[in-house]
């Protein structure tokens, strides 16, 4: 069994979840979307993804997988769900920071988005993006972090998925 490292100056952790959503027809889709807030910056601790509608040939299926992150400036997604960020901890302040799944409109454009990270999912197992600390993403104040599946499923799937990500706040003298 691995050991974790802990943190005692750590930022909270918020999560926002869904479950069996319905993902097909689309080029490109943003499964997650966290709009910062001007109070903070924050970073993506993890990140999981299953489907359990495909059996019949999803071991055959991969999908891309692409995190972006991107200034206040830029176009938020549309058509998703706005998410309830919950705080892991029973008590404390509420989320600063927004977050919203599955939407069919992206938000952004290639000018204003930085591709932070791409990978892989293959269908038949879970998709689990958990980086190492020092390789966690951060986003700056009012930033935006997309998750992004810019791939169509072969057949119409459902989807889970969880989001986890830490609100760090400011930087001294930071506006």
């Known amino acids: 069994m691995g050991h974790r ?3 005692p100056n750590r930022g909270p952790l918020y999560t926002v979840s869904f479950s069996d959503q ?5 080029a490109l889709r943003d ?3 966290i709009l910062g807030a001007t109070d903070t910056r924050y970073r993506l601790h993890q990140l999981e993804l299953s489907q359990h509608s495909e059996v019949a040939g999803a071991s055959d299926e991969k999908y891309l997988i692409e995190i972006y992150s991107a200034t206040a400036a830029a176009t938020p997604s549309s058509g998703g769900t706005a998410g309830a960020p919950t705080r892991y901890l029973d008590k404390g302040a509420t989320a600063l920071c927004t977050a919203n799944y599955n939407a069919t409109q992206v938000g952004g454009t290639s000018t204003d988005e930085t591709l932070r990270w791409s990978g892989v999912w293959h269908a038949n197992e879970s998709f689990n993006y958990e980086p190492a600390t020092d390789k966690r993403i951060q986003v700056g104040l009012s930033g935006r972090l997309t998750v992004r599946m810019p791939t169509v499923p072969a057949d119409a799937i459902s989807l889970n998925g969880t989001i986890v990500w830490e609100e760090i706040g400011k930087v001294p003298g930071e506006s």
């Open 5 to 7: 490292e802990t943190f």
């Open 31 to 33: 499964l997650f979307e």
């Open 22 to 26: 319905e993902c097909s027809g689309v």
